[in-house]
């Protein structure tokens, strides 16, 4: 049954019962499963994750669920890549001034931030993983905590409920720190290991020029992952989770021991963070840290690194190596140069540290000696004038014990439990058992099996990140694309390789999956989402700048989130970057990842919604100014189902989709085939599926597949679409194909047949031709 659009202002709307009047996550009945309901009736709209309409978002198994049991499908963006560096960042003086910089005004000033998060609500990226840093709170010393900062940051976050906005805070590290050239710690962290902040570049202990305006060349171009395996980020990381294990005589402050100190000091920070902004309804919870690296745990070997999980490109020093050039030894190193269809291989040699420049601080704790040379690990042999490792396998095992050493159940599991009960008791309202504890593992590995449930925080969210490694590498995409993440597990190349927009869609589902189910397995059923994914958009030679065709670019992130849907994850976008600019990008590392540009906005400075345009509007055409490939990026989803989600499958070049999902039927443990028993009690009848005005306007929405008194209505203002079933079948299976009229006009997906049928038929036919002369040739 259709149902003609009836204005908002004709409607009449259910409420639903302030937060203040329920208690938090008690099941609530929706206004729809009273039998006379309308569609659409309520004052909620799909995409909009408050508390007052969803009752409090909570985690059930695989899904997450509103407080009448709907299951909640949350997608959204990261806010954003410049929450990594400071206001008065200085490409010209850094490092210097560390101890006076601000992160307020991080991702935008405050009385910018009501037109960034209308924006966001009108494309339905409603869901958020707000970027914070160590650096920004505790930049000045240890136990100094910026004030300023947290207060701007619970002013933000306050706001979020207005716009239907629901966030976890973030807190965010690359290679540990921009002082080892990425973001994250403050830099007294480094000093008090012994570092010496201004030698770090040239003595080869870090690689600095990406967080000083560098690597938009082809030289510097994707290099600031290869800081992982330097001497500063992994001596960081090593001591951070390990400290005591492998670094026993570094003593600071009273005696401490550096693991102590460090990992005191950051959970001391995230308390203070926690007590700021726990309280908040549009908080939903927390991640611990970013993209979590071992340094040197479980390193097998001095003189190498593993191929498969550690970027080698450019100068690639080996652990030893790293120790020689920081002791001011000029050392020569590998070289790796991108190649096919393995991402990277040697070809050559770089004499790294020719001027002798020691990263050591002559008046730190080490005495200005290598940390590691200090704890018998190598020596520096004066007669031969070499150096000589003395335990190759000193990162495997206990150096005391001889015990076999596992990062994650030795150092990231412990330290994860300690964090969550921390962060927990430290929400002042007295509800942090209910926050949400968003957790990954290493960059570029699966779920680990250990990850039991006894490892597990309470209330776990899954938080992998997942990128194409081969755009990465390459910042270009076309045609061909390859599954670099099963090359890297031994599949044969030959299987990895894929033609055409179809193809990329089946290459980007296949990892995804992968990634999503092997989650699955290990953790059993817990919620994942996808922390990040994204593309450059400055690939294939930034031609699109200069072109203003973004057709690879729109293709990509297609595949990517039709990849994304076809898992039934839900996910944030690297990244939306309120100052993002067509030269510097996002300014960090040489990195373009937002979609949104600010210097495409033509008229974003002019426009700034009003307190009265919070509620429902969202059909303001200007804030679609400086988006990119939007009609990639913005697009239907199912967001709050009174069911369990079966499948969706949407077509960009249509503008059609096709949606299942299912009420108590027992499937298998799978992400096509979710179970289905066990669910809370489903409290509402009415689902609510996000479809963009752009859309829309001007088009006829069409929905099949509705039984017999089911009904619909689509509102364009609230950019919902909501579906009533008619609540006489308990155990059924629904199915809505949707379609518009007139339908978009897009380019229909390719593939390797589609493209070359023709030729390829063509060419058998003559050497069928030719076969057949010669058999006849014989016979005669």
């Known amino acids: 049954m259709y149902l003609p659009l009836v204005p908002s202002k004709f409607v009449y709307f259910y409420f639903f019962p302030p937060p203040h009047l329920t208690d938090h996550f008690q099941p609530v009945h929706h206004p729809s499963v009273d039998p006379t309901y309308v569609a659409g009736s309520t004052s909620s709209y799909a995409h909009d994750w408050s508390r007052d309409t969803t009752g409090g978002i909570r985690t059930h198994g695989r ?33 210097a001034g560390a101890e006076t910089v601000t992160f307020v005004g991080r991702p935008f000033p405050l009385d910018k931030a009501p037109q960034h998060l209308a924006r966001l609500r009108r494309w339905g990226l409603t869901f958020v993983r707000f970027l914070i840093t160590w650096e920004a709170v505790e930049h000045e010393g240890p136990g100094i905590y910026d004030v300023s900062y947290l207060s701007y940051l619970r002013s933000v976050l306050s706001l979020l409920p207005q716009y239907g906005l629901t966030a976890f805070v973030a807190l965010h590290q690359d290679v540990w720190s921009r002082y080892a050239g990425g973001s994250g710690a403050p830099a007294w962290t480094l000093e008090h290991v012994g570092f010496d902040l201004h030698a770090l570049e040239e003595s080869g202990a870090a690689w600095l020029r990406g967080v000083c305006g560098g690597g938009h060349t082809e030289a510097e171009r994707g290099l600031w992952p290869c800081g992982y395996q330097k001497l500063a980020a992994s001596t960081m990381a090593t001591c951070f989770w390990a400290g005591d294990v492998f670094a026993p005589k570094l003593r600071v402050r009273d005696g401490v021991s550096i693991q102590r100190f460090l990992q005191d000091a950051f959970l001391d920070m995230w308390e203070a963070v926690a007590r700021a902004v726990g309280d908040l309804d549009g908080v939903l919870g927390f991640e611990m840290m970013n993209e979590p690296h071992p340094g040197y745990v479980d390193l097998p070997s001095l003189h190498g690194f593993d191929y498969n999980t550690d970027l080698h490109l450019g100068d690639v020093p080996s652990a030893f190596q790293s120790f020689l050039l920081g002791t001011g030894h000029p050392t020569n190193v590998d070289h790796w140069t991108r190649s096919f269809p393995m991402p990277t291989r040697r070809t050559g040699k770089t004499l790294l540290n020719p001027q002798g420049r020691k990263a050591w601080r002559e008046d730190g704790p080490t005495g200005g000696q290598d940390l590691w040379e200090m704890h018998g690990v190598w020596e520096w042999d004066d007669t031969k004038n070499i150096g000589k490792v003395l335990r190759e396998s000193y990162f495997v095992n206990d150096p005391t014990t001889g015990r076999k050493i596992d990062w994650y159940t030795d150092f990231y599991y412990p330290f994860l439990k300690r964090w969550t009960e921390r962060v927990r008791n430290a929400v002042s309202n007295g509800h942090g058992h209910e926050k949400l504890s968003f957790a990954e593992p ?11 449930p006894e490892h597990q925080p309470p209330n776990m969210v899954f938080a992998p990140h997942w990128y194409d490694l081969r755009v990465l590498f390459d910042k270009a995409h076309g045609e061909f694309s390859v599954n670099v993440q099963a090359i890297s597990r031994g599949v044969n190349p030959l299987k990895t390789f894929y033609w055409g927009h179809k193809g990329a869609r089946d290459n980007f589902s296949t990892q995804i999956r992968s990634l999503v189910e092997a989650g699955y397995s290990s953790l059993g059923e817990r919620p994942v989402i996808i922390g990040e994914c994204g593309l450059p958009m400055d690939m294939n030679g930034r031609v699109a700048f200069k072109s203003d065709d973004w057709t690879w670019q729109r293709r990509m992130m297609d595949a990517m989130i039709t990849a994304l849907e076809r898992a039934s994850v839900g996910f944030t976008l690297w990244n939306y970057n309120p100052e993002n600019d067509d030269t510097r990008g996002d300014d960090w590392n040489g990195e373009n990842f937002s979609w949104f540009s600010n210097s495409r906005s033509a008229h974003a400075h002019v426009y700034a919604p009003k307190r009265t345009e919070l509620g429902l509007s969202q059909d303001t055409k200007e804030l679609d100014f400086g988006g990119r490939i939007l009609d990639a990026v913005v697009r239907p989803y199912p967001a709050k189902t009174a069911g369990i989600p079966l499948s969706f499958e949407y077509e960009m070049a249509t503008g059609a989709f096709a949606y299942s999902w299912a009420q108590r039927l027992t499937r298998g443990p ?33 929905v099949n597949g509705l039984k017999a008194g089911d009904a619909y209505v689509y509102d364009e203002a609230r950019q919902t679409l909501f579906i009533l079933p008619s609540g006489q079948a308990v155990s059924v299976v629904h199915t809505v194909r949707v379609r518009f009229d007139p339908p978009l006009e897009g380019e229909l997906p390719n593939d390797f047949w589609g493209d070359f049928a023709g030729p390829i038929g063509a060419v058998s036919v003559v050497l069928l031709a030719l076969v057949a002369y010669y058999v006849l040739l014989e016979r005669i």
């Open 670 to 702: 799978s992400v096509h085939t979710p179970p289905l028993r066990g669910h809370p009690q489903l409290l509402a009848r009415e689902t609510e599926i996000f479809v963009p005005s752009q859309l829309t306007r001007g088009r006829r929405l069409i």
């Open 63 to 95: 899904h997450f669920v509103d407080a009448y049991g709907r299951v909640c499908n949350l997608r959204g963006v990261n806010l954003s890549g410049n929450c990594k560096t400071p206001v008065n960042d200085d490409h010209a003086t850094f490092p």
């Open 442 to 452: 290493i960059p570029n590995e699966f779920c680990p099996t250990s990850w039991t």
